[in-house]
């Protein structure tokens, strides 16, 4: 299960995050942006409380998140997402989970780990800003669902038909937000038209 978020800002700024002569400066910046138009569509079924808060001039019946919230990056690239995220929530606790895709077989290889005690009873938000294959995306949930997570979204920027299909026979029901479902991959297992390798475009590596 998948949502593409078409509204017209998020779309003008992939028009510039995908452009090769975007350098790593501007290109961080419009991630962080196009982190928070789609976080913020991701975060809409999150549950609020009541509390009552004191204005100048009355007791106002306001709604505040009610929910403990976990955001975990997939390094590197999900680093990328995390200002964006927090500036939406603030208080959430974060995780990492270091996966490269082994050159040769293009799966996931785990080199890092590191998860907030008590995952279980929030919400986990796994940040990367591309799902090719799918592969990394399935290991970080897998390593969630060992940990006890049962309420977990997917935010990232740039998809394609793949990597929504290997996600969503391992995990149904892991709903994906992204910005843009591309029309697919490369031989070399790069999204087409995609906006290349998202690790090296955001850190000026190479
Ligand atoms: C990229 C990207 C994802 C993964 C997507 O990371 O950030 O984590 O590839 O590919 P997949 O869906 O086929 O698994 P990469 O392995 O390039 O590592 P990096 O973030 O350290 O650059
Ligand atoms: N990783 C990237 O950074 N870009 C792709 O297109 C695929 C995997």
New binding site residues.
């Given amino acids: 299960m998948y949502e593409e978020i078409t509204h017209p800002c998020v779309q003008h700024k992939l028009a510039l995050i995908r452009n090769v002569e975007t350098g790593h400066k501007k290109f961080r910046e419009l991630a962080t942006e196009i982190t928070m138009f789609v976080c913020y569509e991701a975060l809409k079924k999150l549950s609020v409380k009541e509390v009552d808060v004191e204005t100048p001039v009355a007791t106002a019946k306001c709604h505040v998140i009610a929910e403990d919230i976990v955001v975990v990056p997939i390094l590197r690239?999900g680093v990328g997402m995390l200002d964006g995220i927090l500036s939406l929530v603030p208080s959430a606790r974060v995780g990492f989970v270091g996966l490269y895709?082994d050159e040769k077989t293009k799966e996931p290889v785990t080199y890092y780990e590191r998860m907030p005690r008590e995952v279980k009873g929030g919400v986990c938000i796994i940040v990367d800003p591309?799902i090719?294959t799918g592969g990394s995306t399935v290991a970080a949930i897998d390593l969630l669902k060992q940990q006890g997570a049962t309420k977990i979204v997917v935010v990232c920027v740039v998809t394609c038909p793949e990597g929504v299909k290997r996600v969503a026979d391992a995990h149904p029901d892991v709903q994906i937000y992204a910005a843009s479902v591309d029309a697919g991959l490369n031989e070399k297992?790069?999204?087409v038209p995609?906006l290349?390798?998202?690790?090296d475009r955001l850190f000026g590596t190479s």
């Fill in positions: 690239a895709r591309m090719a297992k790069y999204i995609g290349g390798d998202a690790g």
